[in-house]
Nanobody, 121 residues
Framework: QVQLVESGGGLVQAGGSLRLSCAAS????????MGWYRQSPGKQRELVVS???????TYADSVKGRFTISRDNAKNTVYLQMNSLKPEDTAVYYC???????????????WGKGTLVTVSS
């Protein structure tokens, strides 16, 4: 079973920074895309940012210029650097990946369990 293990959430004051990490824990044949979603209480889960195997990134308008996604292909890990955090960034952040892993079909989407980010005003 594929696991996406997230880390780096926590409590930070407005204007501060956090860095989230997500590592895939299974033998990976290829990573089609990885990204981060978030969900606040009472709201739908929304895309924060994604990155394709070719390096194309898609950012939500609300985080452009403040958040940066990066990856370490050798470690099957993606990072989310979050700067200038605002109270409205408070949410559970979920890692998601479209992967091809050993003994499983290509193109399946996997989700992490989520990590809570709380930004105080």
């Amino acid at each position: 079973q594929v696991q996406l293990v997230e880390s780096g959430g926590g409590l930070v004051q407005a204007g501060g920074s956090l860095r989230l990490s997500c590592a895939a824990s299974r033998s990976i044949i290829s990573i089609n895309s990885m990204g981060w979603y978030r969900q606040s209480p009472g709201k739908q889960r929304e895309l924060v940012v994604s990155i394709t195997s070719g390096g194309t990134t898609t950012y939500a308008d609300s985080v452009k210029g403040r958040f940066t996604i990066s990856r370490d292909n050798a470690k099957n890990t993606v990072y989310l650097q979050m700067n200038s955090l605002k109270p409205e960034d408070t949410a559970v952040y979920y890692c998601s990946a479209n992967l091809w892993v050993v003994a499983l079909p290509n193109g399946m989407r996997y989700w992490g369990k989520g990590t809570l980010v709380t930004v105080s005003s």
